[in-house]
Nanobody, 118 residues
Framework: QVHLVESGGGLVQPGGSLRLTCSASGSTFDPSFMAWFRQTPGNDRDLFGAISWYTDSTYFAEDAKGRFTISKDVAKNTVYLDIVDLKPEDTAVYYC???????????WGQGTRVTVSS
């Protein structure tokens, strides 16, 4: 079974930046894409970006373009999310997961909380 661990969140002032990390373990880890999601209280987990595991293709939702970068280290089974110019509306719990099409592949991790506030 694959185990996902997200880390790197915290309290950041508006305009700051963060790198979130998603580490995967388990012998069956073989995603088509690794995606990042975020969830705010009372709302669903929303997909906003993804990276192909076997190419360098990335995808971002329209409102996530420009301030978010997704990268990966295949040898370490790790995906990164870099966020710059953080805004209060970026406050959320961030999760990663594998996807094939619209199918979520693995059990959800605990997420990492990002709070953007002065």
């Amino acid at each position: 079974q694959v185990h996902l661990v997200e880390s790197g969140g915290g309290l950041v002032q508006p305009g700051g930046s963060l790198r979130l990390t998603c580490s995967a373990s388990g012998s069956t880890f073989d995603p088509s894409f690794m995606a990042w999601f975020r969830q705010t209280p009372g709302n669903d987990r929303d997909l906003f970006g993804a990276i192909s595991w076997y190419t360098d293709s990335t995808y971002f939702a329209e409102d996530a373009k420009g301030r978010f970068t997704i990268s990966k280290d295949v040898a370490k089974n790790t995906v990164y999310l870099d966020i710059v110019d953080l805004k209060p509306e970026d406050t959320a719990v961030y999760y990663c997961n594998g996807r094939i099409g619209a199918t979520i592949l693995y059990p959800w991790g605990q997420g990492t909380r990002v709070t953007v506030s002065s």
